[in-house]
């Protein structure tokens, strides 16, 4: 198999691979604070939010500040809730690429994307990760 033949392989697999959906949570474990958030993608939320902190260029003000000054090994990517699906999502993106689709697909994934935003703010609620005691804003 050449290697076109093995990258497109390669890609349809990914596009067959089903959605995991939910709220996750990354932990300072040298001061407890937290950063609670939520994702379409929760396989590759964790990579998001790494490369972000190692760039430098992290969104989280605060959560980089801390990324920076106790290092990667203080920190934990956590699953907080998978939000179960009743449909089979899977990772074509059609969502992503089709802003105004009328496409059931696209629809379906943009109603879960409302859940695990309704989903984040309880957990934020609960855990209580407002700036001074977590990473989220208010």
Known sequence: M???E????LVQSYQEKERRM????????????RLIGASANLDGAW????????????ANKLLQADWNEYGPEAFEFEVLERIETKDKLMFDYKDVFQA???DQATRTIREYRKEAAKREKIWIE??????PE???ER
């Open 100 to 102: 105004e689709s009328s």
């Open 6 to 9: 093995q990258r497109k392989q």
């Open 134 to 136: 977590g990473y989220n």
């Open 47 to 58: 990579n998001r939010e790494l490369f972000g902190l190692e760039t430098g260029l992290h």
């Open 2 to 4: 050449n290697k076109k």
């Open 22 to 33: 939910g709220v996750f949570s990354i932990t300072n474990k040298a001061n407890g604070r």
């Open 126 to 131: 609960k855990m209580n990760s407002y700036i």
